[in-house]
T-cell receptor
Framework: EPEVTQTPSHQVTQMGQEVILRCVPISNHLYFYWYRQILGQKVEFLVS????????KSEIFDDQFSVERPDGSNFTLKIRSTKLEDSAMYFC????????????FGPGTRLTVT | LAKTTQPISMDSYEGQEVNITCSHN???????ITWYQQFPSQGPRFIIQ???TKVTNEVASLFIPADRKSSTLSLPRVSLSDTAVYYC???????????FGTGTRLQVFP
């Protein structure tokens, strides 16, 4: 069964550093998402991406965040200058055309900012 | 988006049927009801979706009464591996984001 994959599984970085989290969505999916989950808290929507542009973003997704689909398979989330409060599990998700609620999530990247 | 209310936690034993009810009093006409499951340190996983009456798949059943102000996720004969957090989400079919609540933490005991 096709899966969303994410790398790395765990990233440790120092405050102020840039990080790039990588995702490979399911190959025939057209819509891509990033969510985050701070330890013990809810899963929070960050951004949705379709047709090479952001279609919606939350207020969490400020100027420090950016997304890119650099080629036909990868989907990345960049945090330019990490803060302690960016420490969280970051999940990538994707879906096919239609069926917005049936999103396929990756295993996540645990980001620890020290 | 409709606000949802679910129990914070539930306990069950292996082999029992588990029913998790979600209240969504202000559900809109074009809203669908969707349930996700999340195991520790993993991403959420879609379980089932419905609009009205009953939907069943290989994993669960979803019961939605006529007024659609609540829904019940039914897990038949749970096993230890069903221990997870279960989320009820309500929103338009064409929404572009999922809004998760705190979910129901189901603990299955041997």
């Amino acid at each position: 069964e096709p899966e969303v994959t994410q790398t790395p599984s765990h990233q440790v970085t120092q405050m102020g550093q840039e990080v790039i989290l990588r995702c490979v969505p399911i190959s025939n999916h057209l819509y891509f998402y990033w969510y985050r989950q701070i330890l013990g808290q809810k899963v929070e929507f960050l951004v949705s991406f379709y047709n090479n542009e952001i279609s919606e973003k939350s207020e969490i997704f400020d100027d420090q965040f950016s997304v890119e689909r650099p080629d036909g398979s990868n989907f990345t989330l960049k945090i330019r200058s990490t803060k302690l409060e960016d420490s969280a599990m970051y999940f990538c998700a994707s879906r096919i055309q239609g069926g917005a609620y049936e999103q396929y999530f990756g295993p996540g990247t645990r980001l620890t900012v020290t | 988006l409709a606000k949802t209310t679910q129990p914070i936690s539930m306990d069950s034993y292996e082999g029992q049927e588990v029913n998790i009810t979600c209240s969504h009093n202000n559900i809109a006409t074009n809203d669908y009801i969707t349930w996700y499951q999340q195991f520790p340190s993993q991403g959420p996983r879609f379980i089932i979706q419905g609009y009205k009456t009953k939907v069943t798949n290989e994993v669960a059943s979803l019961f939605i009464p006529a007024d659609r102000k609540s829904s019940t996720l039914s897990l038949p004969r749970v096993s230890l591996s069903d221990t997870a957090v279960y989320y009820c989400l309500v929103g338009p079919y064409n929404t572009d984001k999922l809004i998760f609540g705190t979910g129901t933490r189901l603990q299955v005991f041997p």
